[in-house]
């Protein structure tokens, strides 16, 4: 509105604007309010996600996360080439074998020429260890019976001792414990 509008008005048309103006001002004064209590509350959130920014990252060691989930560490890469034995890194072989075989070659892998009369040397050895079948031992118990043909009484056999009905297992070698 300019100037010569506001002239052309009487007083009650200017007591009518002050008053719209008036409740514009309130209005506006209460959502700026408002508005300053919103950007507080952000910038209270805005601090408190920047403290979380400043703490280490979470790992399996200071979280309940699980171990899959750890970062690990980046190895150099090595090459894998061909490993010698050393001490500890392998059986030993075992002091007193059941038997012992001794194979010798008898062609080359190479040229197939005999090689059956040339010396030959031990170049490896290992033992081959077989663990035998366990094979139960059955015993079926059948007690027999009958009636007394002086009696009439039933009667039945006695199971031998250590062969009592029950449970059907038996450690034949107690483990030592």
């Known amino acids: 509105m300019d100037r010569a509008a506001l002239d052309s008005l009487d007083r009650e048309g200017l ?8 409740e514009a001002i309130e209005r506006l ?3 700026v309010v408002a508005l300053r209590a919103e950007n507080a509350e952000l910038r209270t959130q805005n601090a408190e996600l920047r403290a979380k920014l400043d703490q280490p990252p979470k790992t399996p060691d200071n979280s309940s996360l699980p171990p899959s989930l750890g970062w690990k560490a980046s190895s150099p890469v090595r090459s894998k080439g061909k490993r010698k034995a050393h001490p500890g890194a392998h ?11 001794d194979v010798f070659a008898s ?5 197939r020429a005999d090689v059956s009369q ?3 040397w031990a170049c490896e ?12 031992e059955v015993t079926r118990v059948t ?8 009696c009439a009484g039933r009667f039945k056999a006695a199971p031998p001792e ?12 107690p483990a030592v414990v």
């Open 91 to 101: 059986r030993p072989l075992h002091p007193n074998p059941t038997q012992k075989r």
């Open 29 to 31: 004064t209460a959502e």
């Open 118 to 120: 040339s010396p030959q």
């Open 125 to 136: 050895a290992y033992d081959r260890i077989e663990i035998p079948a366990i094979k139960p």
């Open 15 to 22: 007591i009518r604007i002050i008053l719209m103006q008036f």
């Open 162 to 173: 250590g062969l009592e009905p029950g449970y059907p297992f038996v450690i034949a070698h």
């Open 107 to 111: 062609s080359c892998p190479h040229c």
């Open 143 to 150: 007690l027999h019976g009958g009636v007394c043909p002086c």
